[in-house]
């Protein structure tokens, strides 16, 4: 079965940021999705710079990715540019921060 954005994406909602409680794709923290074959890049970055769980983020994310049917390998890209900020959250993380 051929892999696809969305089906990354619903595997990535799974991993959960455990300092804000939110899943690290309705924070906005994912940057890019890239698929060839059976093998997947994810280009993301963390709230802040200085996350005491960002080996852990990164790791929690290439598994995810890599549970799904179709997917033999993960790279996971940690990037700082753009700086994340609330903006890039959804809606519903935006209203339950006060940012909203």
Not at 13 to 33: A, N
Not at 46 to 64: F, I, V
């Amino acid at each position: 079965m051929a892999v696809t954005k969305e089906m990354v994406e619903d595997a990535i909602r799974t991993v959960v940021d455990p300092e804000v409680g939110f899943d690290i794709y309705s924070l906005g923290l994912i940057y890019g999705i890239d698929i060839d074959g059976d093998k997947v890049k994810v280009t993301m970055t963390l709230s802040t710079r200085g996350c005491p769980l960002h080996e852990m983020m990164k790791q929690w994310t290439k598994e995810a990715v890599e549970k799904l049917d179709g997917v033999s390998e993960c790279e996971v890209e940690i990037v700082w540019e753009p700086a994340w900020n609330i903006t890039m959250a959804s809606d519903e993380v935006k209203k339950a921060l006060g940012a909203l």
